[in-house]
Antibody
Framework: QVQLQESGPGLVKPSQTLSLTCTVS??????????WSWVRQHPGKGLEWIGY???????YYNPSLKSRVTISADTSKNQFSLKLTSVTVADTAVYYC??????????????WGQGTLVTVSS | DIHMTQSPSSLSASVGDRVTITCQAS??????LNWYQQKPGKAPKLLIY???NLQTGVPSRFSGSASGTDFTFTIISLQPEDIATYYC?????????FGQGTTLEIK
């Protein structure tokens, strides 16, 4: 079964770049039909979808973050990554990676990584 | 963006109660709506997809339905392990968006 695991620094200084990696096991990120997404959750708040990368390498970013986000993939390591530039305290959140399953009429996030808390603070 | 209005924001119920959560979309999203359960400190878990389809392995006490832009999530007999926050999510249009969540507590 597919499993996802986030990794990266838990503390980032304001104005710097947040970088996280999601390692996928039990399946290939190159498999068609799947998008690979990042979702974040501000402390005590709801869920915000950040964007995805498709197996072809195509990406889509939430317009609210588009100017600061890059999602990339390393198929040799079966990983995909998130970079968020010019972070502020408002970017403090738990960051989840998730497989974004898409078929002709259906779409959902499953499974999810366990999540990693990133705190933006000097 | 499509805005999802979820209500109530919190709910307290007794074991065995029937619990209902609603989600209203700001525009027509057909049945392109999912429901997730998130327990404290854990990642969300898919329960219902396409508004009314139960994900494999999810207990049958959970169900979902749709009527126009209004969506309903129901637990027919609340169990102690159902304590969690529940989110709806639309995928009709990008960006995909979530409701603000409903936190369920046991009385």
């Amino acid at each position: 079964q597919v499993q996802l695991q986030e990794s990266g620094p838990g503390l980032v200084k304001p104005s710097q770049t947040l970088s996280l990696t999601c390692t996928v096991s039990g399946g290939s990120i190159s498999s068609g039909g799947y998008f690979w997404s990042w979702v974040r959750q501000h402390p005590g708040k709801g869920l915000e979808w950040i964007g995805y990368i498709y197996s072809s390498g195509n990406t889509y970013y939430n317009p609210s973050l588009k100017s600061r986000v890059t999602i990339s993939a390393d198929t040799s390591k079966n990983q995909f990554s998130l970079k968020l530039t010019s972070v502020t305290v408002a970017d403090t959140a738990v960051y989840y990676c998730a497989r974004d399953v898409s078929s002709a009429l259906s779409r959902w996030f499953d499974p999810w990584g366990q999540g990693t808390l990133v705190t933006v603070s000097s | 963006d499509i805005h999802m209005t979820q209500s109530p924001s919190s709910l307290s119920a007794s074991v065995g109660d029937r619990v209902t959560i609603t989600c209203q979309a700001s525009q027509d999203i057909s049945n392109y709506l999912n429901w997730y359960q998130q327990k404290p400190g854990k990642a969300p878990k898919l329960l219902i997809y396409d508004a009314s389809n139960l994900q494999t392995g999810v207990p049958s006490r959970f169900s979902g339905s749709a009527s126009g832009t209004d969506f309903t999530f129901t637990i027919i007999s609340l169990q102690p392990e159902d304590i969690a926050t529940y989110y709806c999510q639309q995928y009709d249009n990008l960006p995909q968006t979530f409701g603000q969540g409903t936190t369920l507590e046991i009385k």
